[in-house]
């Protein structure tokens, strides 16, 4: 008998463990036991958002959830910003974490900011959205339809989803660097890549030491090719990696 799998599922910006939902049912029709968590400040706890929402308050929602739930041999999941968050819980409570994965994301080196991966043009868009849009302290959502269009995978119920649930960004979850003491890195790790290929992240890593921790022994890589938000555009086929992954880890 297939062995059961605990999965914590954690979403990128602007989401909340809504955009896991079908990822979340096809996984337990498997047989695993499966937590999507909305961080602090999204999602049904849009409401709890406040300007000093920072990463370490997202870090602490997944350590407290392992904690409080005594989750153990755990597949820790983050999405986007998440790989940052689920990175820092894992280094905090290595006992509990069996596995790393990240969907269309990777861990950043100790003491780097999210705000530091983007490109300066966006990094200065982003910055003047926050500002003007955002009281600033909040990044709004993104425009949906213009991201979706030409995507395959992306319907309007998708992009009507979205519209309707993604909610503004705590902004200093994106200023606030991540803390590491190393202890995660003994951690096995899967990278699903969506919106780049496995040969894309080999030839940053070897160059860029934003992305030295995207290579390794460590690593195992499975392309799953759609937009950046694939729980959403493909969510079966993206729990049918996660469910095999943790079957041959």
Request: no cysteine; proline share 8%; hydrophobic share 45%.
């Amino acid at each position: 008998m297939p062995r059961m799998t605990t999965f914590v599922l954690v979403p990128g910006f602007w989401l909340g463990a809504w955009a896991w939902h079908s990822t979340a049912a096809e996984l337990r029709r498997h047989g695993h036991d499966v937590y999507p968590i909305s961080l602090t400040g999204l999602g049904e706890r849009a409401h709890l958002a406040r300007p000093d929402t920072d990463l370490d308050v997202h870090v602490t929602d997944v350590v407290n959830l392992l904690r409080y739930e005594d989750l153990r041999d755990v597949v820790l999941v983050g999405h986007s910003y998440a790989g940052s968050v689920v990175t820092a819980a894992a280094d905090r409570v290595t006992d509990r974490v069996a596995q790393l994965v990240y969907v269309d994301t990777g861990p950043l080196p100790d003491g780097v900011a999210q705000v530091e991966f983007t490109p300066p043009a966006e990094r200065e868009r982003n910055a003047a959205l926050v500002a003007d849009h955002g009281d600033g302290w909040r990044l709004p959502p993104p425009p949906w339809a213009d991201l979706a269009a030409g995507v395959p995978d992306v319907d309007d119920s998708i992009v009507t989803l979205l519209r309707e649930r993604s909610v503004d960004q705590p902004w200093a979850t994106a200023t606030a660097p991540v803390r590491l003491t190393g202890a995660w890195e003994k951690l096995p790790r899967l990278g699903v890549l969506s919106s780049f290929t496995a040969a894309q992240v080999q030839g940053v890593a070897a160059t860029l030491p934003l992305y030295r921790h995207m290579a390794g022994d460590a690593w195992r890589y499975e392309e799953l090719p759609t937009w950046h938000w694939p729980m959403l555009s493909r969510p079966i086929e993206l729990a049918a990696v996660l469910h095999q992954a943790r079957l041959t880890a």
